[in-house]
């Protein structure tokens, strides 16, 4: 049966008073760290361990003394040996490629971990606690000749079998490792995550990652003997000593299955949600036993704590409450009276100690592959994970942590039902109250920070020195921002646009999303898995599409989420302007709006103009200094010159009384801003709009998801953008209908690259057919060095941990 898990949370005011504006970075007379996306950091523990980028597997060894860690982020991949016992690192060994399989052997000799896209197993022997040279087993050729990547890999005591399984082919292999050869292949339902053999050795249990069931491989007759229906998203397994109860934290249903493995049947499912919610956002993903196995610890990813479970009655779990740890817990173990986390994005975001200008590698197809002398500086591979190591707390310990993991979360069961707002405002508090505005239209641009772009405008909080695109390259964009609402403390959900788009589009990016765009991004292969062009990567509950669809709401895309005239999920077949391109840096963002322009007409004409509409003008994005191509100041004056005339035509026509207009970046792609790297321009901009404001609110994209959800009458996607503060703040109930008239282009628009230099040669090394493809660190320095000039350096992104102290010494300097 379904047991929910919930703690009486403090009570909440009904009416919300607009607040002093808070900034990412710690808070205040607290050990809270404030992250970008509005929840809190306080993790417990008595020491802590830096880890690796993206760590996503810890194993123990047999006698407890070892552990080993993956490290399967975009930057430097690695494979580490712990001293579990004096919780040093003994030694790390770098990997080309990896991803989350590891095993120890029995015998404390060998560590065998998945080679990623490289489409092997790597085997490190273990020599006086040292990782010795590294040997191969070969599954496949290479990415992108053969698409394997092993995951979950099992491996019996006598190390005479191994089982590894794989997330691209779907297989089950089986492998002799003294002879380094593959003995059998069998084809899974779907994607696999991870693997476990019962203590027999009987039975290997197959968590299908893109399905909703465990399989079980009888390793006697060979074969696909049954399986268990579980969650969605079915990730890391557990099995207790006696093997008969296994465990299967399912992702996308902030749940985990517990079942009778000798009737193959869930004995119930318990909700690790900090509140009794069916909203995706806990994103259980890791779970240990405690030595007497009478509790049960389960690591939500997205709610950065762990789920404490009484397991002394199975069938029967009781929530015990609580534990905050660090960013995105990808896995949990045991040891004594040890707890030992990994968080997979450490304890902060944080700024970047190591100087401005990274010497970065890419290989033959453009993607980044790394920076020499360790001086990353991409957003993906900055926030370097870190291991935990907590006492197991008392009941006393415990309450105090459950309180303390409610005051990090902004998420509650009340704002599901009532958004923060105040009285009167067009934006609706319940989901079905009426607002006056009726037509929403959503323009997703791509890869801008704040101070790249609005730097220059004195009302807000800028530093003029990072803007590269002033008001004489984005006039309509500076125009909106001084005539309407200039949002200064906006922060994007996402690090990059695989996972922006599925921010900007479910306010949630599933687990597989998380976990695999850094090796793509990382040039490890992998594909671009975003915007669902995979069913796996896709929210279990969908888009904010598949949310119109099921509540009446009447919608349309202009390029999002579709390619060639083609929808990539099926609530969009028929609901898409097919003349309208995908992301393509060849087609200018002006002859996109005129497309817009023209179908909208046509709507406009048989009164069916859809309630909500999305519209992607992505040229900001730029194709760096690639001769030939669009200068980069071009290409933003492009994009600029396209929304002015977006909004232009819009506000002219009959519907404009009824509209509202949202405009952000997907992402913020590592570009320069002083305050952070997630902080992005919005816009927003209609009759019920403010005119002439300045708001210092923190929003997020997820408030913006949330913010047109009620006007539009929509519930919540997920808790992100149900815990979201919508954009009240930018809101009035009196409309001033003042159409809008765009801003000429003030410069050429047809400016092409001319210019050979290294900056054009690395452009050339690019792909830039799709997005994100391209290295964004380099990208940005090489439109930083085209409008600063060839010699001049980048500023280091900055990273929000140091915020409050910056700005306090910003302001100190200037008195």
Known sequence: MLRKLFTAALAIAGLVQITIAQTPGKVSGTDQVLLPNGWKLSPAGHNSLPLGDLPLNIQLSSSGKLMAVTNNGQSTQSVQLIDAKSQKVLDTKIINKSWYGLAISNDEKKIYASGGNNNCIVVYPIENNKLGKADTITLGKPWPANKICATGLALKKDNSVLYAVTKEDNTLYTIDPANKSITGRVKLAAEAYSCLLSPD???????????????????????IENSIKVGNHPNELLLNKKGTLLFAANANDNSVSVINTQSNKVLETVSTALYPTKLTGSTSNGLALSPNEKTLYIANADNNCLAVFDLSNPGHSQSMGFIPVGWYPTNVKTLGNQIIVSNGKGFTSMANPNGPQPVSKTDNSGHHIGSTNSREQYIGGLFKGTMSFINAPTADQLKAYTKQVYANTPFTNDKVNLADGLAGNPIPRKVGDKSPIKHVFY??????????????????????????????????????????????????????????????????????????????????????????????????????????????????????????????????QGHLCPQSPGFTLDIKDVLRESIWEHDFDSLLKINAVPQFNTVRLGNDHTSGQRKGKISPIAAVADNDLAVGQFIDHLSHS???????????????????????????????????????????????????????????????????????????????????????????????????????????????????????????????EVVWKYVKGEASVMPAPKRSAFVILEKKKKKDDDD
């Open 201 to 223: 050795e009987k039975k290997l249990y197959i968590s299908l990652w893109g399905g909703e069931e465990v399989a079980i491989y009888n390793t006697v007759s060979g074969k």
């Open 443 to 572: 323009i997703i641009k791509e890869n801008r920070t704040y101070d790249q772009v609005l730097g220059d405008m004195k009302q807000g909080n800028g530093d003029s020195a990072l803007c590269i695109f002033p008001r004489k390259v984005t006039p309509n964009l500076h125009a909106i921002a001084s005539n309407y609402v200039l949002a200064d403390n906006f922060y994007v959900d996402a690090e990059v646009s695989c996972d922006g788009h599925n921010w900007s589009m479910a306010a949630y990016a599933t687990d597989f999303i998380e976990k695999t765009w850094p090796t793509s991004y990382g040039g490890r292969g992998g594909n671009y898995d975003g915007e669902g062009t995979r069913k796996i990567g896709d929210p279990r509950d969908g888009y904010i599409w598949d949310y119109c669809k099921r509540a009446g709401v009447s919608y349309r895309t202009y390029g999002e989420f579709a390619e060639n005239g083609k929808a990539n999920i099926k609530s969009l």
């Open 654 to 780: 009959p519907i404009w009384k009824e509209s509202v207009v949202f405009i952000l970046e997907d992402d913020a792609q590592n570009g320069p801003d002083h305050v952070d790297a997630h902080r992005s321009p919005v816009y927003v901009v209609g009759p019920y709009v403010k005119r002439n404001a300045v708001v210092h609110g923190m929003y997020s994209t997820s408030g913006v998801l949330r913010t047109m959800e009620l006007i539009l009458g929509l519930p919540p996607m997920s808790q992100y953008d149900a815990a979201a503060m919508p954009l009240y703040e930018c809101f009035t109930s009196k409309p001033d209908f003042t159409p809008y008239t765009a801003k000429s282009a003030e410069v050429d628009l047809e400016q092409r690259n001319v210019a050979v230099n290294e900056s054009s040669r690395r452009s050339e090394l690019w792909n830039l057919a799709k997005e994100d493809a391209a290295p964004d660190i380099e990208l940005n």
